[in-house]
């Protein structure tokens, strides 16, 4: 595997997207309606009222993380994200280690996700049609949608995207306009932001939902290549995305608290968490209403598929580009402009996954998506503790950026903190006993000590493919005496 020469074949469609297509595509990967239908109900029934300011903590901490995140888009002028970043900052050997690490963390969050959409439209199925079907029928027909969609370019994906986007925000926000204007079930309260709500005990334990439901969200620098004017709206979706989702999050899961009330909604949320937001619908909006959002749970998924099928791909797309990956994973389509070929290696991994877990007839919601998706959530919160260390280590070395490396530093400290508490509760999410859940979180750090026992050998063996680890920008970086200027604060800094 050689590095991949910057022919046209090898070359993503350039200006092709927006800052607001390319928040449609991170904001769509968090699947916002499927996240407050799913897993909302839990968030509250184990934090209380005050789950929904969990949300605003996690996204003010990946604000934080944001800013540095942010000024190494502008500086690297690189697609690789946590994998470029990574090895400016910690070296060749971590950072070739930290993209294979992501290759795999951001599969294990797309693959595992069929398992809940093929019951998710199993049981749409028998609810409309009063027939059934199995449910990896929908998997691979829905992996073959994703795929399709894939190729045909990030335009394409970006347009589709942001119609269900739009309709799966829409229902939610009638929703709250609707618990607003009946003033809830006992009349509008702010309690859930009072100190005894907020600090309540099981607000600690619920952190790992919160974080979850920023899933993707940095994946805005994937798309820098494809980007019209990246410099600007790589950072303006980022944070775009961050504050959209905190607060919409909170606002809906506020709603939420309200049209049952301060008193009975945590009873009600662990009575029935899959039916909280439907019964709250039916009652403020009407019956027709949880139709509608049944059906548009079923496309945020989709929706949420198709945005981590972009971002896998782009990964695999800039490994191949460096020579980590075989060379004809960096191919594009020669129409669409599209990363195809990997696009195509990423279907046909998700069939084979999908197909391997109905042969053997295990169950899609229990063992698929918990324990496929599982180490892919800790993956990429420790893909991002990394990427603040690097940040920090970078502009430090550098000199500069001082709000910036602040930031950065503080970010790592935050993100260590959601780690530990994340694996300690782990449980939680999964709903598996703790030594299981803890058994997944450990093929997280295999899988990195892997990576980095591989960058050795090729240090070793094929000196030439570990020499372009990083890409141009990490050797630009090493020699380069350009001033540049931090698209955070402004301030310049020298190479």
């Given at each position: 595997m050689q590095p991949t020469e910057h022919s046209p074949e090898h070359q993503l469609k350039p200006g092709a997207i927006g800052a607001a297509g390319i928040t449609f595509m991170v904001v769509a990967a968090a699947a916002p309606l499927t996240i407050m239908a799913g897993l909302a109900p839990l968030a509250i029934s184990i934090g209380g009222i005050g789950a929904p300011v969990g949300y605003l903590a996690a996204g003010a901490v990946l604000a934080i993380f944001a800013v540095g995140f942010v000024t190494m888009t502008r500086i690297t002028r690189g697609a690789g994200a946590f994998y470029s970043y990574i090895t400016l900052g910690l070296g060749r050997t971590v950072g070739a280690a930290s993209g294979l690490l992501a290759i795999l963390s951001y599969n294990s969050l797309q693959i595992g996700v069929y398992g809940l959409l093929g019951v998710q439209f199993a049981g749409a199925w028998t609810r409309f049609t009063g027939t059934e079907a199995p449910w990896w029928v929908f998997a691979l027909g829905a992996i073959?949608?994703?795929?399709?969609?894939?190729?045909?370019?990030?335009?394409?994906?970006?347009?589709?995207?942001?119609?269900?986007?739009?309709?799966?925000?829409?229902?939610?926000?009638?929703?709250?306009?609707?618990v607003l204007a009946r003033g809830g079930a006992d009349g509008l309260s702010v309690a859930t932001f009072s100190p005894q709500a907020v600090f309540a005990p099981g607000m600690v334990a619920i952190l790992s939902f919160c974080f979850a439901a920023f899933m993707g969200f940095e994946s805005t620098a994937l798309y820098r290549d494809e980007?019209?004017?990246?410099?600007?709206?790589?950072?303006?979706?980022?944070?775009?995305?961050?504050?959209?989702?905190?607060?919409?999050?909170?606002?809906?899961?506020?709603?939420?608290?309200?049209?049952?009330?301060?008193?009975?909604?945590?009873?009600?949320?662990?009575?029935?968490?899959?039916?909280?937001?439907?019964?709250?619908?039916?009652?403020?909006?009407?019956?027709?209403?949880?139709?509608?959002?049944?059906?548009?749970?079923?496309?945020?998924?989709?929706?949420?598929?198709?945005?981590?099928?972009?971002?896998?791909?782009?990964?695999?797309?800039?490994?191949a580009g460096d020579g980590l990956l075989p060379a004809g994973l960096g191919r594009v389509h020669p129409r669409f402009g599209s990363p195809a070929t990997a696009g195509s290696a990423q279907s046909v991994l998700a069939v084979v996954v999908v197909t391997a877990f109905a042969v053997a007839a295990l169950d899609p919601y229990l063992q698929l998506l918990l324990l496929v998706n599982t180490p892919g959530v800790v993956g990429v919160v420790l893909l991002q503790l990394m990427t603040s260390l690097a940040v920090t280590v970078f502009l430090l070395r550098r000199g500069g950026f001082r709000v910036a490396t602040a930031a950065a530093g503080l970010a790592t400290v935050l993100l260590g903190v959601v780690l530990v508490l994340l694996t300690l509760h782990l449980d939680l999410l999964t709903g598996m006993p703790k030594a299981s859940t803890w058994a997944l979180a450990a093929m997280v750090p295999a899988v990195l000590l892997v990576g980095i026992a591989w960058a050795r050998y090729l240090h070793r063996a094929r000196p030439a493919v570990f020499e372009a680890v990083g890409g141009p920008d990490v050797r630009r970086h090493e020699s380069t005496t350009t001033p540049l200027t931090s698209p955070a604060t402004g301030e310049g800094v020298r190479s």
């Open positions: 073959g949608v994703v795929a399709w969609l894939g190729r045909r370019g990030i335009d394409i994906g970006a347009k589709v995207l942001g119609v269900l986007l739009l309709a799966e925000t829409a229902i939610l926000a009638l929703l709250v306009v609707g980007a019209r004017d990246p410099d600007r709206s790589i950072p303006r979706a980022t944070f775009a995305a961050v504050a959209f989702l905190a607060l919409f999050y909170c606002l809906v899961g506020w709603a939420v608290v309200q049209a049952f009330g301060d008193s009975a909604v945590v009873a009600a949320a662990g009575t029935d968490p899959a039916g909280l937001f439907f019964a709250a619908m039916d009652r403020f909006v009407g019956p027709w209403a949880g139709d509608v959002m049944y059906v548009l749970v079923l496309t945020s998924v989709l929706a949420s598929q198709l945005a981590f099928h972009n971002a896998i791909n782009r990964y695999t797309f800039v490994l």
